[in-house]
């Protein structure tokens, strides 16, 4: 088109469009990005930063075998049933690459964890910033993007895509002081999920409608509905991230290390409710189902561990765990029955020494028994972000029911279906929610690019 402002218009500044203007302008296109809040980030910029990347030159540095088959093993025994495997396939596929491109190209400052596995992890993988805060990722990102004086307008929403014939060229932006046009030969939507919208979630993802929503403000849908009006089809709308151990009421994380290492989830009355081996995301239903939130209960060798991580040492200095010299200290501040609570740590232990399972099921006991002294934190479950969307090609294009695209439009992150599983938390690997933002939002500025050079 030759009335074109821009090749590229990337609606949402979060990792998924700040990686895809990045890249689009590292392939010779003129590219800017549109952000409807005062600030760019998103969910991303909430994370934990993580990125998975099988075969990667970190992991073979460590000493790690790992590839793409390894991966995608991993992630369909999580996911279980998907409706597009193919796309599974290809975010295993170009995992190891998108890190190392955010390493090498954006200059990402990702290292590789490995002091533990994460969920849905067979071995270590998961590439992150050293602090585990997403919100250096993005500051990284960000950093690339100014270097390359790439436009990034915040406080700029989009309203509504400009549609031809049943092709798209660009949209239309509320500036705050009008609306105005911007036409672009490509768009890629780079706005979050729906998690931030209640009819949505009440609509698709009925089982956590009740939690409360953590995520970041502008995962409000737009994308759906934009989506739906042009006849894409949607994929995986009933999967979602939730979190089981947020910190009340501080708002912040509790990070699960506390939990992977040993710890475990108190009800109001001082009892286990389940298997906290089903993962920050899965069990977060179970949580919101026994009503109360919960304490996260841990001692001292797992407090200094999850302590090297900034966001939980910044939680402990607010006050937001507590310690007690012994678990009947811990029962008079929860007002729960001391002889109770000491009996449901006794069994725990128990367990842990044991060879099998407990009577949940866990059988991955970390660093259990617990012993004095304890620390502990009132939780409440949470809603982060959706992992449903548009239906995507393996090149991030919005494809219609009978396998067409809608041309000229591409999406990523959480505007695109994810590798999640049809439904539920249960699905959600570590990392699954920023792959597919930041390899998506890559692949459809590159996917972009080869077509208007065609």
Known sequence: MSDADLDLLVIGAGACGLAGAIAAHDAGLSVAIV??????????????????????????AAGIEDDAARMLRDLHAIAGETDDRALV???????????????DTVGARLALITAYRHIGHSVPRLHAPPSRRGQDLVDDLLGALASRAIPLA?????????????????????????????????????????AGDPALVRRFCPEIAGAAYYGARGSTGEAIRWGEALGAELRNMGAYQGYAAVAYPHGSILSWTTI?????????????FGNEALGYSGYARIVLGQGDGAVALFDQRIFDIAAQEEEFAELAGYGGVRRADTLAEVAVQLGCDAAVLEAEIAAYNQAARGAGADRFGRAEFGLAPLSAPFHFARTVPGLFHTQ???????????????????????????AAAGISGRSGALGYASGNGLLTAVALGRLGALAAAAEIAR
């Open 154 to 194: 915040v406080g700029n929403a989009a309203t509504d895509l400009l549609v031809e014939n049943g092709a798209v060229f660009g949209a239309r932006i509320d500036t705050g002081t009008g609306v105005e046009e911007i036409r672009a030969r490509k768009t890629l939507l780079a706005v979050n999920g729906f």
């Open 89 to 103: 396939a290809r975010m295993a596929e170009v995992s190891a690459a998108t890190v190392e491109w955010l390493v």
């Open 260 to 272: 992977e290492k040993g710890g475990v989830l108190l009800g109001a009355d001082g009892r286990r």
């Open 35 to 60: 952000e409807k809040l005062d600030r760019p980030g998103g969910n991303s910029a909430l994370s934990t930063g993580s990125v998975p990347g099988a075969g990667s030159r970190f992991q073979r």
């Open 388 to 414: 449903g969307g548009l239906r995507v090609d393996g090149d991030a294009r919005v494809l219609r029911a009978d396998g067409s695209a809608i041309a000229n439009l591409f999406a990523g992150g959480g």
